[in-house]
């Protein structure tokens, strides 16, 4: 499925923002609203930060880039506009998944972590939130544009018409493409450990029902969720689906605002929860997330055992296959022989940049057929896995085909049907908002002529 806002420019223009405020005030450059859509203001310093964030991305206007990204930006508020009306939401599992994809992402891209932050001249915690809130607002845009075109369909027929009418040289080309299979197993955490991150969490509890301090502080120092942390632990108002079940489980039955819950082990670690409110089938709560330290021992040991894994399927003493079936403890792939799915595509097929970025570097030095040596990632729950990985499939760059490339071209096409039905709903949609445009800012070619109303 079409990715229709990108993330990566989104996220990057947030922290690229905070980084370059402070040399936007130094230079005295006074801030200023550009465009009101609805009832919210567009400013200068949005334009300028997204700006830097193009040029950070070698992006290549074909307009004037101070008329291209306001545009853009009154766009993006059109669609989070309609999915408050629609009360499209964001659940924190996903929420967390793609803070994680690009904190691995810029810690992959930059050497470490250490850095990453100082790159960004930021500490982790502080890049972590500035992507939480963007990664809101990106995913619910994503949402509420999958509503909008959710519905439509495509035939063979519609992408063979499609493909014959396209001119040799308009033919798409197939970037590299592969399929891997893998088994994760999880390093055992010690007894004591598991039982002192739980005396820890029993102490908390103890230390705010006695009035020593509040919840709220105790997580903004030790909660293990960065994203809630420096907001006290927290979170929105949620419904159960968007919530780990165990950790629903709890919240949900709370009784009493400011009642603190047992112990909920969720598979992202162990947390204490506060509710602060329920309204209807949704609940606002804080907590508190503790996870095991794994030991270094435990990871060597884990991976130990995954390599002798790994060479008795090279010794032909049972199938990869197999061993994903019965061996792996990744919840998403042993029931298919360890195949990972793609969720962006709907299929097992994987551009490098679609893998999580440590299978990435490991395959992109595999041949097909070839099992790798153990390794350690961290997935989105947080907690740290080990692995091996076989490279099932590769099929290099190439001039798509019907015969090899439908979906992709399938995609193509839906892609196509998807931006008009988008690009008609926008021209609809500023019919009935309010906008206004900052007199120096309105001499402009836009992509959408009817923000201008006269």
């Given at each position: ?37 609805g ?8 334009v ?120 040799a ?22 007894l ?64 009493g ?40 021992e ?22 990869f ?34 893998l999580?970025?440590?299978?990435a ?20 729950t ?73």
């Amino acid at each position: 499925m079409k990715k229709f806002i990108n993330f990566k420019s989104v996220v990057l223009s947030a922290l690229l923002l905070s980084l370059h405020m402070v040399t936007y005030a130094q230079n005295n450059v006074i801030d200023e609203v550009v465009w009101v859509v609805g009832d919210e203001a567009i400013l200068k310093s949005e334009v300028e930060e997204a700006r830097m964030s193009a040029l950070y991305e070698r992006r290549k206007f074909d307009r004037e880039p101070y008329c291209v990204i306001p545009e853009e930006i009154a766009v993006q508020k059109l669609f989070l506009h309609q999915a408050a009306l629609d009360s499209i939401e964001v659940s924190e599992a996903e929420i967390i998944q793609r803070v994680d994809m690009y904190m691995n992402m810029y810690i992959s891209d930059l050497g470490s972590r250490e850095k990453m932050e100082e790159y960004f001249n930021k500490t982790s915690s502080q890049i972590r939130e500035t992507l939480r809130e963007n990664a809101r607002e990106g995913l619910t845009v994503q949402k509420m544009q999958q509503k909008l075109v959710g519905e439509i369909k495509i035939t063979p027929a519609e992408v063979r018409r499609y493909f014959s009418a396209l001119p040799a040289d308009s033919i798409p080309y197939i970037p590299t493409q592969v399929e891997v299979q893998i088994i994760t197993q999880q390093p055992k955490v010690p007894l004591e450990e598991t039982e002192d991150v739980k005396r820890r969490l029993r102490e908390f509890t103890d230390r705010v029902n006695k009035g020593e301090t509040t919840f709220s502080s105790l997580a903004r120092m030790y909660s293990e969720d960065k994203g809630t942390a420096l907001n006290g632990g927290e979170m929105p108002f949620v419904g159960r689906g968007q919530l780990d079940p165990a950790f629903a489980n709890v919240a949900f039955n709370l009784q009493g605002t400011n009642k603190i819950s047992k112990i909920v082990e969720s598979e992202y670690g162990y947390h204490i929860i506060q509710l602060i409110e329920k309204r209807g089938d949704r609940i606002r709560v804080r907590h508190i997330l503790l996870k095991p330290h794994v030991p270094e021992e435990a990871l060597m040991q884990t991976n130990a055992r995954l390599d002798s894994i790994a060479d008795d399927i090279r010794n032909g003493k049972f199938s990869f296959e197999d061993a994903a079936s019965v061996l792996s403890q990744d919840k998403d792939t042993r029931n298919n022989h360890g195949l990972m799915p793609n969720p962006e595509t709907g299929t097992s097929k994987f551009q490098m940049q679609e893998l999580p970025p440590e299978i990435a570097k490991v395959v992109d030095k595999m041949k097909v057929g070839e099992i790798s040596e153990a390794f350690t990632m961290i997935p989105k729950t947080g907690k740290e896995e080990c692995v091996i990985v076989k490279l099932k499939s590769r099929i290099n760059g190439h001039k798509a085909t019907i015969a090899e490339d439908y979906q992709n071209l399938k995609n193509i096409v839906l892609s196509k049907r998807q931006d008009q039905v988008l690009d008609k709903w926008i021209r609809e949609k500023q019919k009935h908002t309010y906008v206004r445009i900052n007199e120096n800012w309105r001499n402009c070619t836009f992509k959408y002529p009817g923000w201008i109303k006269e």
